[in-house]
């Protein structure tokens, strides 16, 4: 029996068509839900659009400073695994809940896999970063999105029979619902850009939030902005103005895609949006100094602008006005897989079992 465990926005979405591989495949498995995110628009919304089954289990852990909300997590989770006893734990990607569930797991010797392993940004200031270091230390399978996840991998020890490259699952949940919004959205969407922006780095550090606002809002076109729940708290905090922006509440994943897909480009410190936009083949501006999506930036989908309101100024304003260069930004390749990377995970872990 395997037990997923994950506990944010990003998770559910990456973990969806995963889990609708292990139910095609009559594998057992439960979903163990940390609570890190509750609100109904940050959660539920995913388990209901997507066709999810219900956690077994939600340990209503909720918001709290790092150490403290991890340490919450681990506590409930070693109750929970014990009564469980899988015969293996899966986790994905990079949150508080991602460490957590690896940790209470390989603390049980309980074998841990690891979707989506080997991103860096060598940036050890970004919790994200220094969970994915650790998680990696407490996985046994390691299915990595790219070769580059890959070399990370490898250049940190980690034995090369224990790393598949599969793609990442963001790949498959993109194109399995994209065709489900073109049926439940027609109403005609056009001439807007996107912006996403929620890292801890930004919106809780006035100045640079501040710059991203003022950047995007010079760009001169017209800005939806579905706010995360974290950019709106500190957005009234810093009473800060935003301007022209359009801001909406948290997408459901069916009306995200269909905005994203219709967007001219999008803004974004999103690393899950950027994977999405690549794939889309719609150019991303990256509101951030490091990235660990070097991928979408090679194949020339996504242009770095940090947290810098002139350089936001510029590339908005290129890609919406120079066609060459937006044209060109189109022609990259999608690097992030073929769709099938969920199937390639469910497959290694049955043999596995
Ligand atoms: C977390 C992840 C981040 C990921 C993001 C996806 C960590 C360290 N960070 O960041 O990597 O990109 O999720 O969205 O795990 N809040 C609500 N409702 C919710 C959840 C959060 O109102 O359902 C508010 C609370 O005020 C909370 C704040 O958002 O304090 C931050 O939530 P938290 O889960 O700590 O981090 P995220 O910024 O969501
Ligand atoms: N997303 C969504 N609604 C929104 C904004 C984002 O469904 O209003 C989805 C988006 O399609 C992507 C995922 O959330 O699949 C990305 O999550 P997020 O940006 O919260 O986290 P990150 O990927 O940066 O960890």
């Not at 790092?66 to 899966?90: F, T, Y």
């Amino acid at each position: 029996m395997i037990s997923i465990v994950l506990g944010t926005r990003p998770e559910i979405i990456k973990f969806s068509p995963v889990i609708r591989e292990l139910e095609k495949k009559g594998i057992d498995f439960s979903i163990i839900h940390t609570g890190q995110h509750y609100s109904k628009e940050m959660d539920e919304v995913f388990f209901c659009e997507l066709g999810l089954p219900e956690p077994k289990h939600n340990l209503r852990v909720g918001s709290a400073p790092h150490s403290v909300q991890i340490g919450n997590m681990l506590l409930r989770l070693d109750k929970v695994l014990k009564k469980e006893a899988p015969d293996l734990v899966m986790v994905l990607g990079d949150t508080n809940s991602t460490l957590a569930g690896a940790l209470a797991a390989s603390n049980l010797r309980i074998p841990v896999a690891y979707v989506e392993s080997g991103l860096r940004s060598f940036d050890m200031d970004m919790q994200e970063e220094r969970n994915r270091l650790l998680v990696t230390q407490c996985a046994d399978l390691h299915f990595a999105p790219t070769e580059t996840s890959k070399r990370n991998l490898l250049a940190e020890g980690v034995p090369e029979k224990n790393i598949s490259v599969v793609g990442n699952t963001i790949v498959d949940a993109c194109l399995q619902n994209l065709k489900l919004t073109e049926e439940k959205y027609r109403k005609e969407l056009g001439g807007f850009v996107l912006m996403t922006a929620h890292r801890a780095e930004n919106v809780d550090n006035r100045k640079r939030f501040s710059e991203i606002i003022n950047g995007v809002n010079s760009i001169g076109a017209r800005i939806v902005y579905p706010i995360h729940p974290r950019a709106r708290k500190m957005l009234e905090k810093f009473k800060l103005d935003p301007g022209k922006i359009k801001l909406v509440e948290p997408m459901g994943y069916l009306e995200f895609l269909y905005h994203l897909s219709r967007a001219r480009f999008v803004i974004t410190d999103s690393g899950g949006v950027v994977e999405e936009a690549t794939c889309l083949k719609i150019p991303s501006v990256c509101v951030r100094d490091s990235t660990d999506r070097p991928e979408a930036v090679e194949a020339g989908l996504c242009v770095m602008a940090g947290a810098d309101s002139s350089a936001i100024k510029r590339y908005g304003k290129r890609i919406s006005e120079d066609e060459t260069f937006r044209d060109g930004m189109k022609s990259g390749e999608n690097p992030y897989g073929d769709g099938k990377a969920a199937r390639r995970v469910v497959d290694a872990l049955q043999s596995r079992l």
